[in-house]
């Protein structure tokens, strides 16, 4: 059983469309970080978030971190071909360590 | 900032050979060095956390006389195949870390056992 809920599993939309992906848990996360992953390539870190209702803007992605810190969404405005990729969100601060439990992933499509 | 390199980046061998994979944090001392794997379209499977000098903890599952990790200084962490078969075949992720925040991945091994 995963400990973060990643959905949809899968999208595929159209250039220009925007999207959401949802990370939901019932556990409490210190923080938590987003990443993107190309085939063959290892996952790039895009955001960390650590406050409670936080939300990051980075170019047309945006971020929120749930006020309780259980979850979190991205959200791209505008989405291009180039931001094709695995999303990955990973949450830290459950045990006394550095692990980081991942979510399952959405594979997202951009279509042109 | 915060670059890791893993060598080799792909490697083919044959069954019953040991495969050695290299992770370095090039700009960065790393508190905590990860081992992941891969699987087509999955997420990320955490094998092992390593930190320099001690013995890595590996995860329920994982071999850890099949899978040897050696973390020899802050910046270097090895993941040793040993023995390797085709059902060991899969993308091999390591991870470096200096907080409880963040990790940075270097860009994978893609290990084929013939």
């Known amino acids: 059983t995963q400990l973060l809920e990643q959905s949809p599993q899968f999208l595929s939309i159209q250039e220009g469309e925007n999207l959401t992906v949802y990370c939901n848990s019932s556990?409490?996360?210190?923080?938590l970080q987003w990443y993107r992953q190309e085939p063959g390539e290892g996952p790039v870190l895009l955001v960390t978030?650590?406050?409670?209702?936080e939300v990051k803007k980075l170019k047309r992605l945006t971020f929120q971190f749930g006020d309780a810190r259980k979850d979190s969404s991205l959200h791209i405005t505008a989405a291009q071909p180039g931001d094709t990729g695995l999303y990955l969100c990973?949450?830290?601060?459950?045990?006394?360590?550095?692990?980081?439990?991942f979510g399952a992933g959405t594979t997202v499509t951009v279509r042109a | 900032g915060a670059v890791v390199s893993q060598h080799p980046s792909w490697v083919i061998c044959k069954s019953g050979t040991s495969v050695k994979i290299e992770c370095r944090s090039l700009?960065?001392?790393?508190?905590?060095m990860f081992w992941y794997r891969q699987f087509p379209k999955q997420s990320l499977m955490l094998m092992a956390t390593?930190?320099?000098?001690?013995?890595?903890?590996?995860e329920q599952g994982v071999e850890k006389d099949k899978f040897l990790i050696n973390h020899a200084s802050l910046t270097l962490s090895t993941l040793t195949v040993t023995s390797a078969h085709p059902e060991d075949s899969s993308f091999y992720i390591c991870?470096?870390?200096?907080?409880?925040?963040?990790?940075?991945f270097g860009p994978g091994t893609r290990l084929t056992v013939l």
């Open positions: 990973a949450g830290g601060g459950i045990s006394n360590d550095y692990k980081l439990s």
């Open positions: 978030v650590v406050t409670g209702g």
């Open positions: 556990s409490v996360f210190s923080s």
């Open positions: 991870s470096a870390s200096q907080s409880y925040n963040e990790q940075f």
């Open positions: 390593s930190n320099e000098g001690s013995k890595a903890t590996y």
């Open positions: 700009d960065f001392q790393a508190t905590t």
